[in-house]
Structure formats: C-alpha cells, structure tokens
C-alpha cells in the first residue's frame, strides 16, 4: 500500500521535512526485501528524470 502524507503548509509553523516510510511484512526474506527496493529504486530514478 503506497499512502501519502497531507499537511496544512499555510497554516502549520513547522512543516514536516517530506519523507517515505516503508513498511515489510516480518515474513519477508533480505531479498525480497532488496528486490522491493531496488524496484522502488528504480522508479524514483524514472519519476525525477
């Protein structure tokens, strides 16, 4: 599930840095783990190009 964080930036007197929290299943082995983030990885490469 990908969600995204909402803020009020006029009416907050300190915004939040941005961030992205990640959260696996305990279940999950390194690499499929690796395997996730290298794909996340990837499209943030392809999004900021």
Excluded: C, D, G, K
Excluded at 7 to 36: D, G, K, W
């Amino acid at each position: 599930m990908v969600t995204r964080a909402r803020y009020l930036e006029n009416e907050e007197q300190f915004s939040p840095t941005p961030s992205i929290r990640l959260m696996v299943q305990s279940e999950l082995t390194n690499e499929e783990i690796e395997r996730a983030l290298l794909s996340i990885t990837n499209i943030v490469h392809q999004l900021s190009a």
